[in-house]
C-alpha cells in the first residue's frame, strides 16, 4: 500500500538535546512538508521541499532543520534552538510540479519535551 | 495573500441531525479549496475538494461541500450525523504551493 510513514509515534527529549523525526513516502511525490500542530492553532508550516535537494522555511522554521536527500524521505531535526518544542508533528506530501493538488498526511509524531 | 477563517471552534450536534461547518476563504485568483478530517493522534484525511467545475463537491462518507463564489464559502454539510463523525475538521485553501490551513472545527456528537 502506499503512503506516508513517521516514526517515532511517540518521543521524549530533555532539554537541550537535538532529535531527528523520520518521514518516508512511497506515492513517488515530488513536493514534502512539515507541519507542527498545537491545540486550537491550527498547522503551521515548518519547512517544505519541492523537489529533492531543495527546500524552504515555512512560517516556523527556526529551531528546526531539514534535509531532502531522497525523494522518499524528509526528515526533521528539532534542535535545542527551539524554545517550546512540544507539540504533534505532521510530515505530508503531494504530487508536486506545481498542480494545485491535495496533500497526503502521515500519522504524525508526538513530540513531548521532558 | 490566501487566508481561511473556520466560524466556531467547537460544533456540537445530536446524532441524527444536521452537520453545517462553516469556512470562508479569501483568495487573489480563484482557489482550489479542500476539507480534512482528523480523529484524534492521527494525520489528516482529505474529504473532498473543489478545483473547477461543478460547485457541489461530493466527498467520503456522507459529506458534500458548495463553493460560493459570491459569498467567498465552502461549508461541509452531512444531513445525519454520526457517532463516528466526531472529530477536527480543516478547511483549506491553494493557489500556488502552499495551502493555508483554517485554525479547525472540532464536531462533538451526542447521543
Known amino acids: 500500500d502506499g503512503g506516508i510513514t513517521q516514526s517515532p509515534k511517540y518521543l521524549f527529549r530533555k532539554e537541550g538535546q537535538n532529535v531527528t523525526l523520520s518521514c518516508e513516502q512511497n506515492l513517488n511525490h515530488d513536493a514534502m512538508y512539515w507541519y507542527r500542530q498545537d491545540p486550537g492553532q491550527g498547522l503551521r508550516l515548518i519547512y517544505y521541499s519541492q523537489i529533492v535537494n531543495d527546500f524552504q522555511k515555512g512560517d516556523i522554521a527556526e529551531g528546526y532543520s531539514v534535509s531532502r536527500e531522497k525523494k522518499e524521505s524528509f526528515p526533521l531535526t528539532v534542535t535545542s534552538a527551539q524554545k517550546n518544542p512540544t507539540a504533534f508533528y505532521l510530515c505530508?506530501?503531494?504530487?508536486?510540479?506545481?498542480?494545485?493538488?491535495?496533500?497526503?498526511f502521515g500519522p504524525g509524531t508526538r513530540l513531548t519535551v521532558l | 495573500a490566501q487566508s481561511v477563517t473556520q466560524l466556531g471552534s467547537h460544533v456540537s450536534v445530536s446524532e441524527g441531525a444536521l452537520v453545517l461547518l462553516r469556512c470562508n476563504y479569501s483568495s487573489s485568483v480563484p482557489p482550489y479549496l479542500f476539507w480534512y478530517v482528523q480523529y484524534p493522534n492521527q494525520g489528516l484525511q482529505l474529504l473532498l475538494k473543489y478545483t473547477t467545475g461543478a460547485t457541489l463537491v461530493k466527498g467520503i462518507n456522507g459529506f458534500e461541500a458548495e463553493f460560493k463564489k459570491s459569498e467567498t464559502s465552502f461549508h461541509l454539510t452531512k444531513p445525519s450525523a454520526h457517532m463516528s463523525d466526531a472529530a477536527e475538521y480543516f478547511c483549506a485553501v491553494l493557489n500556488g504551493y502552499i495551502p493555508t490551513f483554517g485554525r479547525g472545527t472540532s464536531l462533538i456528537v451526542h447521543p
Open positions: 505530508a506530501s503531494s504530487i508536486g510540479g506545481g498542480g494545485y493538488n491535495e496533500q497526503f
